[in-house]
């Protein structure tokens, strides 16, 4: 009687949080602001991240990256990244941790106006810009 108790509540229980995105669809037209890319403050000023119609875009102060993408299992599957290839002095190591991070299918995690992307060894913490 009590796993019967149990199932029933589930849906309540599961419902109480904030349930991750099934599409990007759902992001479609949101820009967000890196806060914070393998745990270091971005070292460009202007940073973003763009959802748009199965697209994504990136830039984290000088080179503009992108890619077709999609939500699968809590993932971001994008690819190929493709992406400016500007010398920007001091930013190029972020550049090139967002543009693996995008390409390694990394879990996403959207909690009200915070996100989190983490895969491929690297993670970025960012908020919603909009």
Not at 43 to 52: A, C, H, I
Request: with cysteine; net charge positive; proline share 5%.
């Amino acid at each position: 009687m009590n796993k019967l108790a149990l199932l029933a509540a589930l849906p309540f229980v599961v419902g109480c949080g904030t349930p991750p995105p099934t599409s990007l669809s759902r992001l479609s037209g949101t820009t967000w602001q890196f806060n914070a890319i393998d745990g270091a403050a971005p070292v460009g000023k202007e940073t973003s991240l763009r959802f748009d119609k199965g697209r994504i875009g990136a830039n984290v102060g000088c080179n503009g990256m992108g890619a077709d993408a999609k939500l699968i299992g809590g993932r971001i599957v994008a690819g190929p990244v493709i992406s400016t290839q500007m010398y920007c002095e001091g930013v190029m190591e972020q550049e090139r941790a967002v543009g693996a991070l995008l390409g390694a299918k990394p879990t996403m995690t959207v909690r009200e106006t915070s996100m989190t992307l983490r895969g491929g060894g690297h993670s970025a913490r960012l908020s919603r810009k909009d």
